[in-house]
C-alpha cells in the first residue's frame, strides 16, 4: 500500500513540474494597456484651417421704439448660414496612446445677423414696409484648450474631443441692407440700399468665454499626422457692452439697438501637425504613441 502512495506521489509531482516548465516555456508578456503607456507620449505642432457658420442667441431684446400698444419690434435672427474662416497652430501633446490635449491659438472670423421689419398702413391701401438686414463681422484670437480620446487604434483613428477657450475680440464690422416698399409713392418695385461698414467694437466687450464639443478623423502617414474634425462652440457669456448700447448715433439713426447676446460657431476644419520626439533623429525614426 505504502509502494502504491509512493508511487502516485511521485507521479503527481512530477506532473506538477512538467506542468511548471511548460508554462514556463509558452509564458508570453501581458500586452499594452488600452491607453498606452507615457514613455509612449508624443509631441505634435502644426497648423489648421477651415471654415466656419455663425449665429447669434439672443438672451434680452432692446428696442428703440416704443409702441403704444404694447407691441415690440419683430427681430428675426438668420440661423447657421453666414459662412466665416478661421485659421491657427495647433500643439498636441499624446500623453497616453488613446488621449492628449490640444493648444489651438486660431484667429477666427465670423459673421452673424438678424433682420429688423417696419411697416406702414395708411388709407387707399398706402403702405410703407422697410425690411433692415443687419449684418456683424466679429474677429476673435481664440485660445481653446482641447482634451482628446481616441475611440480605435487603427490605421484612421476617430477620436472624440471637448474644451474650453478664452476669445479676444481683434476687430468687429457692421453694415445694413435695407429694402424698402413704398405703395404711397406710387412704386410697385422694392428699392434696395446698402449703408457703408462701420467699425462696431465699441459695441462689443473685448473678451468671450468659449467652450467647445466636437470629434475627427486622423491619419498617419510617415511621420506627418493629417486629420479632419468638425465642432460646434458655444459662448459663455453675454458678448454685447452694454454701456454703449445706445452711444453709436450711426445705429440709433437705423432704429436698432443691440440685444444681449451669445454666439454660436460650427466648425469644420483640417490639419497637419509634425512629430517633436524621436528615437533616432539620423534616421528620423519617432516615437510612436
Known amino acids: 500500500m505504502r509502494t502504491l502512495l509512493h508511487i502516485f506521489l511521485g507521479i503527481f509531482f512530477c506532473a506538477i513540474s512538467v506542468e511548471s516548465i511548460a508554462q514556463r516555456r509558452t509564458y508570453k508578456p501581458a500586452k499594452k494597456d488600452y491607453l498606452g503607456s507615457f514613455d509612449d507620449s508624443q509631441w505634435w505642432i502644426g497648423i489648421h484651417a477651415g471654415v466656419n457658420l455663425g449665429k447669434a442667441l439672443p438672451l434680452k431684446r432692446y428696442d428703440i421704439l416704443e409702441f403704444t400698444n404694447g407691441n415690440s419690434v419683430n427681430k428675426e435672427y438668420d440661423g447657421f448660414r453666414k459662412l466665416g474662416v478661421q485659421t491657427g497652430a495647433r500643439v498636441d501633446f499624446n500623453f497616453l496612446t488613446n488621449l492628449s490635449v490640444s493648444f489651438q ?100 466687450i473685448t473678451s468671450q468665454w468659449i467652450w467647445y464639443l466636437g470629434g475627427g478623423l486622423s491619419t498617419e502617414l510617415g511621420n506627418v499626422r493629417l486629420g479632419a474634425e468638425l465642432n460646434y462652440k458655444q459662448g459663455l457669456n453675454n458678448v454685447t457692452n452694454r454701456l454703449n448700447r445706445y452711444s453709436d448715433q450711426r445705429m440709433i439713426g437705423v432704429l436698432d439697438a443691440l440685444d444681449d447676446m451669445t454666439l454660436q460657431n460650427i466648425q469644420i476644419e483640417f490639419y497637419c501637425v509634425f512629430p517633436m520626439k524621436f528615437l533616432q533623429i539620423s534616421s528620423f525614426r519617432r516615437v510612436r504613441p
Open 105 to 204: 491659438p486660431t484667429y477666427n472670423n465670423m459673421n452673424v445677423g438678424y433682420e429688423v421689419a417696419y411697416q406702414w398702413q395708411g388709407q387707399d391701401n398706402n403702405s410703407l414696409n422697410l425690411r433692415y438686414h443687419h449684418r456683424i463681422r466679429l474677429n476673435y484670437l481664440e485660445l481653446p484648450l482641447m482634451i482628446r480620446f481616441d475611440v480605435l487604434r487603427q490605421a484612421f483613428k476617430p477620436y472624440v474631443q471637448g474644451g474650453l477657450g478664452y476669445g479676444m475680440l481683434i476687430k468687429a464690422d457692421k453694415y445694413i441692407e435695407i429694402e424698402s416698399f413704398d405703395r404711397a409713392s406710387g412704386a410697385n418695385n422694392p428699392i434696395q440700399n446698402e449703408s457703408p461698414v462701420i467699425g462696431a467694437k465699441n459695441l462689443f
